[in-house]
Structure formats: structure tokens, C-alpha cells
């Protein structure tokens, strides 16, 4: 549901943000250690060790001043050049599928956002705004629709927002937490009550900071998401919020602060190695598809220890898939990912093709990928195939269509890891509630590895994690392209393309425990239905499965 015209107030809705940081240090790493940039996303190697070279480069804050947005900017003196396009999970994106609104049975760690008492706090709020509304404008004011306080004329509602008072606001409400006023705001958005929106919006600019607690860092990206479904402009901030362009082919982007303090790359690239191993282990030619290739630092760590193999190593061949915005994010084209793994494998005199396929996931054709009589062939989909449009936005439904894609190409194994939420068919109000429960989850992880004022860290926050929260919170249909899925639905897909799940060994599980006691001591992980679930405290993250 998108909010009618007439309840939009653009005067009403400015920053009141603290300043942001001005400088960033980009980095630097050895050839071998060059992470993987995700067109946000960059992903590498276990013990980085990192040197820094100063550059002074303005500050990409969530830039918002593009033409018709009608949103105004952070208070940063201009906006960084911009050209990849993605977030921790996130390539390039498309749409979605009918989920249950119900609580799924894969959902064990729940939502503290959607029980009833956060909602009856919400509604407290409301009725105290409502009260502090007809002490200001009377009850008798013809301003205010008498069932749900909703404005009626453009000149009423100018000057009865002229007339609610901010600091009454905050004074009403030093009760109720950032939490509790972010779900009020949201569900007053939903019922359509521009007025409690408006107050409540006031009020979380006095509450939120890119600097602050992990709920305050939350606060301030949801609060740019409420802005811009006020205004409509959801959709171009998300394709202006990218990850800061590198200046040479070894400048990582602002995706690799996030690798280095967070597990949740390594936890896809570890678990998918360690399987595919096992499976092509005996064959003499492998074929790697991978539907999200970045920079390929995954690949190198698997050639390395296929070269290892008794009785020499195979030829391996890998097909790359990633779409032309990834080309700033990782310094140029994928012939730059493919030089790098010929000179790899060479290096461990492992034969190696590389073929490269320039474009998204949802433009794939069978002639795309080349297949090859006699290859051992294995698919690999890390957060990747939320992007893809399914059943719910259009006849083109690209999701499945790409998995019996997939299994008409009888691979021997196919691996897929996802973000373990639920935002692609739930209504509003319910993504609202996942929105804030998931981003809660993972600010927090990200807060226990790196100050609060760290100017790298802010950076990375809002160029890759701000951006997949604008997106769900201010977009519908075609234009929300984050769609996620709990591990259940995406069983049910494959299986009803054809797959079957594999069985994940304890090689898998003690690889993942392995690469975990590099981190935090609140990351968990669980096997569950044959999957691997990461978690942060109570909350799973992601999930990893294989199939065949």
C-alpha cells in the first residue's frame, strides 16, 4: 500500500540528523587477498591482514537530492560518485512469491516485534498523540477526520501541522523506547494516520543517529525508508545508493568492512566449498556455474585444494554470472575475475577456462552457460536468487523459471545460502515488523566488532545495509526488488523444480564451527532439517542448503 498523495507533507519532513563523517580510509590488499565485491558485496580471505592508505573521499550518505525525489540530503558538503549496486546480500535485484503470513514452522526464533504487547504500546502511543492532537486543534476542529484522525484538505492540514508542537511530542512520550515508537510509526502508516506519522516522525528525528546504539543506527535508515514512501522516492534512492567506486582494481569497496567483522559471506563461501568438494572430489572435469561470481575469491580456495588431490588435480572450468553494475565495485569487467583465476590456477598448474556471461540472473538462457558432454557440473547461489521476480509481481516468474533452468542441466550438486526472512509477499505492516527484527539482529553483530564512531563502519552501513532497508520499507511491486524467503519456502521450491536435498556432512558443520571462532561468541549455528542455520543470539541470519 502505498500512501495517497493527499496525505504527503514534504514541508513536514526534513533531517534533523547529527553531522555526518566527512573523510573514509579506503584499503588495500595483496592480490591473493582481494576480497569478492558483490556489486556492494566483497568477500575474502580468513586473517586479512589489512593495511590502509588515507585518501580523503566525501562521504556517500543517504543521498537522496536526485531529481523529482523531493527528499533533501544529509548535511554532507556533496555526494561521492557512485556505480555498484549492492548490499551484504544483495547483487542486482528483481521480485518475489506468495508466502504465509502465518508464522512459519521454520521461524523457531520468532519476532519480538510482532507480539502483542509491543503492538498495545504502539496503540497507547497513538491514543496519547490522538489526545495531544484535539488539545491542540479543539475538538471541534473540521481539520481532523473523526475516525481516524487523517487530514482532509491540503490548507487544514498545513496549518494543524503548523500547530503540533515537536517538543510536546518528545515530552509525551520519554515512556516508550526507539523500538516501540518505530513500530507506532509504522503501523500509523499502515491505518493511513498521517497525523500520528507525522508527530511520531518528529519525534525518531531527536532519537536516531548513524552513530549510535544499534537500534538508533537502525532508527535513522528506517526512518529514511518512512520518508520515502511519504514521497514515493524509494526506488531511486536504491539505485543511488551504492557502494563507493574504487579508484584502481585493488580498492575494495565499503562491502569488505562488513566481510572482515561479520560472518556472514565466509559462512556461504565455506559451506559451499567444503560440499562441492566432497561431490566432484573423484572427477576429472568440473564445471562451476556461479550466479554470483564478484571477484572469485571463492574459487581460489577451492583450486587450491583440488590441486592437493591424489592423483592430481582436474580441469576445472567456472562460468561466471553477474550483471554490468557490478563492473565499478570490482575495479572493471569479468575478464578482470577471469585473469585472476587463470593466474591462480596456473600458479597450482591446475587447467582452467574461465567463461564469463555479463548479465543478470533473470536474462539466463541455456546457451548462456555452455554446458559441456562430460562435465561434473555444479551450481552455486549465494543470496542471489532473492532478487529474482517470482509469481507475485508477474507472469515472468524468473525464480523458478532459473531453478528448473538449473535441474534440466542435471548438475551433481547445486548450492544455494540466503538470508533467513520473510519480506517478499507479507503485507506492510508485517515486513515493517521483520524489517526491524532482522536489521536489529544484524546491527547488533556488526556493533560488537567495531566502534560506534568508526567512520569505515558508518560508511558501510549506509552504502550497503541502508539501501536493502529503504528498498523494503518504501517500495511495492516491480520497484521492491529485496524479497526474502524463509529456508521452508525455498524447500518447497526446489522440490517442486525437481531437486532433493543433500546431506550435509559433519565436514560441513565443523568447517562452519571452524571459521565461526573467528568471531563474536553470540554467533550460532545450528543443523536443522538438512541446513545449516547461522544465527546471532536468537535470531537465525542465513541459511545454507545443498541440492541435487
Known sequence: MRTSPKHQNPATIRRLYDQPVKEN?????????????????????????????????????????????????????SAVSISSSRSPFSP???????????????????????????????????????????????????????????FITGDHQAASMASFNCAQLVDLVPKFNLKQILVACGQALHDDDMLTVTGLMHVLEKMVSVSGEPIQRLGAYVLEGLRARLESSGSNIYRALKCKEPTSSELMSYMHILFRICPYWKFAYTSGNVVIKEV???????HIID???????????????????????????????????????????????????????????????FHDA????????????????????????PYVLHHMPDESVSIWNHRDRLLRLVKSLSPKVVTLTEQESNTNTSPFFLRYLEILDYYSAMFESIDVACPRDDKQRINAEQHCVARDIVNMIACEGPERVERHELHGKWRSRFMMAGFSQYPLSSSVTMAVRDMLKEYDHNYRLEEREGALYLGWVNRAMATFSAWR
Not at 121 to 135: A, F, G, H, T, V
Request: charged share 20%.
Open 358 to 381: 555479463a548479465m543478470s540472473g533473470c536474462e539466463i538462457q541455456l546457451e548462456h552457460l555452455k554446458v559441456q558432454p562430460g562435465e561434473a557440473l555444479a551450481v552455486n547461489l
Open 280 to 286: 566432484l572430489e573423484y572427477e576429472g572435469k568440473i
Open 92 to 150: 542486482h535485484g528483481s521480485q518475489s512469491c506468495l508466502s504465509d503470513p502465518r508464522p512459519s514452522p521454520d521461524n523457531t526464533y520468532g519476532s519480538p516485534y510482532s507480539g502483542s504487547s509491543v503492538v498495545d504500546d504502539s496503540n497507547k502511543l497513538k491514543q496519547k498523540l490522538r489526545e495531544l492532537e484535539l488539545s491542540l486543534l479543539g475538538p471541534e476542529s473540521d481539520t481532523v477526520d473523526s475516525c481516524n484522525g487523517c
Open 291 to 353: 550466479f554470483q561470481i564478484a571477484q572469485g575469491t571463492q574459487w581460489m580456495f577451492l583450486i587450491a585444494a583440488l590441486a592437493k588431490r591424489p592423483g592430481g588435480p582436474p580441469s576445472i572450468r567456472i562460468t561466471g554470472i553477474d550483471d554490468s553494475q557490478s563492473n565499478h565495485a570490482r575495479g572493471g569487467g569479468l575478464h578482470i575475475v577471469g585473469q585472476r583465476l587463470s593466474e591462480f590456477a596456473r600458479s597450482y598448474n591446475v587447467s582452467f577456462e
Open 25 to 77: 580510509d579506503p584499503f588495500y590488499l595483496s592480490r591473493i587477498q582481494m576480497l569478492d565485491n558483490n556489486a556492494c558485496s566483497d568477500t575474502g580471505v580468513q586473517g586479512t591482514n589489512v593495511s590502509f592508505q588515507t585518501c580523503k573521499d566525501q562521504v556517500f550518505t543517504l543521498e537522496s537530492s536526485m531529481a523529482g525525489a523531493g527528499f533533501v540530503a544529509y548535511d554532507s558538503p
